[in-house]
C-alpha cells in the first residue's frame, strides 16, 4: 500500500491562521484565504503585487511604523535565513470599500523561510494573527477595562519593539568595529615575492556572525611560503581578538617549526592558554618550489584542495587531527606530502564557503570541486571571484569566509 498523496494547496487554504508566501523580492505569491478575508483584500488585489504597494504606511500618520518594522523584520529572514518572529505591531490599512480611509488593525506576525538545497531563501511564510478585536475589545461588557488592558499590553509590546531594535543597533556597532579590526590584522591582498596569490574574506550578512576566520602567506627560507587558514569558534568582537592572536601566533611558528605539524602542535598548545581558541580549526601547507612539493597538516579543518592544471582536482586530506585543544593530551600532529606540477593551483578555504544547513559537507565540496575544473586555467585573482560567485548565494551567506588562491 502507498502513502496517499497530500495535496499541499488544499492544506495552505485550509490553515487555521492568516498565512501568505512572499518571494525574495517581497512580492505576494500566495495567499490562503483567511488572510484575503482578513486583509479585506481579493487575490487578484494581492498575488503578483509588491507587499508595501499592496499594504503602505499611512501617509497621514508621521508616527506609523508597522510596515517599515515589517520590512526590517523580512530584510533580516533575507539575510540570515533565520525564523524571526515581531512583536506586536499596530497598522493603519487603507479601506478597500471606503478609499482615503484607514482602519486601525493590530497584527502579530512571524516571518520564516523556506530555504533551496544551497540554502538560500526562496520563499517567506508570513504568517499573521489578527489581534485587532481584543486590543478594541468593541461590544464588550467590560470594554473600558479590556481597552485599558490592551493598550497596555500594546505599550509593552512596543516597548520589547524598541529593545530589539536597540540591540540590534548594538550589535551592528559591534559587527562595524570587529570588522575594522579585522580588516587591520589580515595580510592585505597581492602576491608574495614572485608568486601569485589572490586572498578574499566575505563576513557574514548577520551582525554578529563575522569575524572567526582567517588567512596568512608567510616567506620561508629559501623558495618556499607557508600559506594558512583557520576558523575561530564563535563570533563578534571576542572571535576578532582570538583570530588575531592565533594568526600571529601561527605566523612566528611558521618561521621556526620543521614543518607545518610541528607549527600547528605549538598553535595547538598556545591555544590552549587563550580562552576561547578552544576547537578552533587550522590547515598549515609549506609549499617548496625546488622539490614542487606541498607538506601539509591540519587540525580539524576541511581539506585543501590542488587544481592540477588538467583540470583535475585533488584534496590534500591525508593529515588530519582534531582541532586545537581537543585532544586531552598533547601528541604530535599527522604530516604529509603531496608533489605539484607548475601551473597548478593550491586552494584553501574556511567552511563559510561549502557548509550548507540541511547539507551533507560532500554536496559543498563537489560544488566546489565542479567550479574549480570549469574555471581551471583562470588567473588567481579572476579564479578567487569566480568561485565566490559559483558557491556564495546572491543574498550573502550566514558564515563568514576566508579564501585564499596560489598558483604554484
Same mark, same amino acid.
Given at each position: 500500500?502507498?502513502?496517499?498523496?497530500?495535496?499541499?494547496?488544499?492544506?495552505?487554504?485550509?490553515?487555521?491562521?492568516?498565512?501568505?508566501?512572499? +518571494?525574495?523580492?517581497?512580492?505576494?505569491?500566495?495567499?490562503?484565504?483567511?488572510?484575503?478575508?482578513?486583509?479585506?483584500?481579493? !487575490?487578484?488585489?494581492?498575488?503578483? $503585487?509588491?507587499?508595501?504597494?499592496?499594504?503602505?504606511?499611512?501617509?497621514?500618520?508621521?508616527?506609523?511604523?508597522?510596515?517599515?518594522?515589517?520590512?526590517?523584520?523580512?530584510?533580516?529572514?533575507?539575510?540570515?535565513?533565520? $525564523?524571526?518572529?515581531?512583536?506586536?505591531?499596530?497598522?493603519?490599512?487603507?479601506?478597500?470599500? =471606503?478609499?482615503?480611509?484607514?482602519?486601525?488593525?493590530?497584527?502579530?506576525?512571524?516571518?520564516?523561510?523556506?530555504?533551496?538545497?544551497?540554502?538560500?531563501?526562496?520563499?517567506?511564510?508570513?504568517?499573521?494573527?489578527?489581534?485587532?478585536?481584543?486590543?478594541?475589545? $468593541?461590544?464588550?461588557?467590560?470594554?473600558? !477595562?479590556?481597552?485599558?488592558?490592551?493598550?497596555?499590553?500594546? +505599550?509593552?509590546?512596543?516597548?520589547?519593539?524598541?529593545?530589539?531594535?536597540?540591540?540590534?543597533?548594538?550589535?551592528?556597532?559591534? =559587527?562595524?568595529?570587529?570588522?575594522?579590526?579585522?580588516?587591520?590584522?589580515?595580510?592585505?591582498?597581492?602576491?608574495?615575492?614572485?608568486? =601569485?596569490?589572490?586572498?578574499?574574506?566575505?563576513?557574514?550578512?548577520?551582525?554578529?556572525?563575522?569575524?572567526?576566520?582567517?588567512?596568512?602567506?608567510?616567506?620561508?627560507?629559501?623558495? =618556499?611560503?607557508?600559506?594558512?587558514?583557520?576558523?575561530?569558534?564563535?563570533?563578534?568582537?571576542?572571535?576578532?581578538?582570538?583570530?588575531?592572536?592565533?594568526?600571529?601566533?601561527?605566523?612566528?611558528?611558521?618561521?621556526?617549526?620543521?614543518?607545518?605539524?610541528?607549527?600547528?602542535?605549538?598553535?595547538?598548545?598556545?591555544?590552549?592558554?587563550?580562552?576561547?581558541?578552544?576547537?578552533?580549526?587550522?590547515?598549515? +601547507?609549506?609549499?617548496?618550489?625546488? +622539490?614542487?612539493?606541498?607538506?601539509?597538516?591540519?587540525?580539524?579543518?576541511?581539506?585543501?584542495?590542488?587544481?592540477?592544471?588538467?583540470?583535475?582536482?585533488?584534496?590534500?586530506?591525508?593529515?588530519?587531527?582534531?582541532?586545537?585543544?581537543?585532544?586531552?593530551?598533547?601528541?604530535?600532529?599527522?604530516?604529509?606530502?603531496?608533489?605539484?606540477?607548475?601551473?597548478?593551483?593550491?586552494?584553501?578555504?574556511?567552511?563559510?564557503?561549502?557548509? $550548507?544547513?540541511?547539507?551533507?559537507?560532500?554536496?559543498?565540496?563537489?560544488?566546489?570541486?565542479?567550479?574549480?575544473? !570549469?574555471?581551471?586555467?583562470?588567473?588567481?585573482?579572476?579564479?578567487?571571484?569566480?568561485?565566490?560567485?559559483?558557491?556564495?548565494?546572491?543574498?550573502?551567506?550566514?558564515?563568514?569566509?576566508?579564501?585564499?588562491?596560489?598558483?604554484?
Amino acid at each position: 500500500m502507498t502513502d496517499p498523496e497530500i495535496d499541499y494547496a488544499a492544506v495552505f487554504q485550509a490553515l487555521p491562521g492568516m498565512v501568505a508566501l512572499l +518571494t525574495p523580492e517581497l512580492v505576494y505569491a500566495d495567499a490562503n484565504e483567511k488572510y484575503l478575508r482578513a486583509a479585506g483584500r481579493t !487575490r487578484a488585489q494581492v498575488i503578483g $503585487r509588491y507587499l508595501f504597494d499592496v499594504f503602505p504606511d499611512n501617509p497621514n500618520d508621521p508616527g506609523a511604523s508597522g510596515t517599515r518594522n515589517l520590512h526590517a523584520s523580512l530584510q533580516r529572514v533575507l539575510a540570515t535565513g533565520e $525564523r524571526d518572529a515581531m512583536a506586536l505591531q499596530r497598522y493603519d490599512v487603507q479601506s478597500t470599500q =471606503r478609499p482615503g480611509e484607514w482602519e486601525e488593525r493590530y497584527w502579530s506576525p512571524v516571518n520564516a523561510p523556506v530555504l533551496d538545497h544551497e540554502g538560500k531563501v526562496v520563499l517567506i511564510v508570513h504568517r499573521v494573527e489578527e489581534v485587532t478585536e481584543l486590543i478594541a475589545a $468593541r461590544g464588550s461588557p467590560d470594554g473600558s !477595562r479590556t481597552r485599558v488592558l490592551e493598550a497596555e499590553l500594546y +505599550t509593552r509590546a512596543r516597548e520589547l519593539q524598541e529593545v530589539n531594535d536597540r540591540l540590534r543597533q548594538a550589535h551592528t556597532r559591534e =559587527r562595524k568595529i570587529a570588522l575594522t579590526l579585522q580588516d587591520a590584522m589580515l595580510p592585505a591582498p597581492g602576491n608574495i615575492g614572485h608568486h =601569485r596569490a589572490a586572498v578574499r574574506y566575505r563576513p557574514a550578512v548577520g551582525s554578529l556572525n563575522v569575524c572567526g576566520d582567517w588567512y596568512d602567506l608567510v616567506a620561508l627560507a629559501g623558495d =618556499r611560503i607557508a600559506v594558512a587558514v583557520g576558523d575561530v569558534v564563535g563570533h563578534g568582537l571576542q572571535a576578532a581578538g582570538i583570530m588575531g592572536l592565533l594568526r600571529s601566533a601561527l605566523s612566528a611558528a611558521c618561521l621556526v617549526a620543521e614543518g607545518p605539524a610541528q607549527a600547528l602542535e605549538v598553535l595547538g598548545l598556545y591555544a590552549r592558554t587563550v580562552h576561547g581558541a578552544e576547537n578552533t580549526t587550522a590547515v598549515a +601547507t609549506y609549499i617548496d618550489w625546488d +622539490t614542487h612539493t606541498l607538506t601539509y597538516s591540519s587540525a580539524g579543518h576541511l581539506p585543501p584542495a590542488l587544481l592540477h592544471t588538467h583540470g583535475g582536482v585533488e584534496y590534500l586530506d591525508q593529515a588530519t587531527d582534531p582541532p586545537l585543544g581537543a585532544r586531552p593530551e598533547h601528541v604530535p600532529g599527522p604530516q604529509a606530502v603531496a608533489g605539484f606540477s607548475e601551473g597548478d593551483t593550491l586552494v584553501l578555504y574556511t567552511d563559510g564557503l561549502v557548509e $550548507r544547513r540541511h547539507e551533507d559537507i560532500d554536496t559543498g565540496l563537489a560544488r566546489l570541486t565542479h567550479s574549480l575544473t !570549469r574555471h581551471h586555467g583562470t588567473d588567481p585573482e579572476a579564479l578567487a571571484d569566480a568561485i565566490l560567485l559559483d558557491l556564495l548565494s546572491p543574498g550573502g551567506a550566514t558564515d563568514d569566509t576566508a579564501l585564499l588562491i596560489i598558483r604554484l
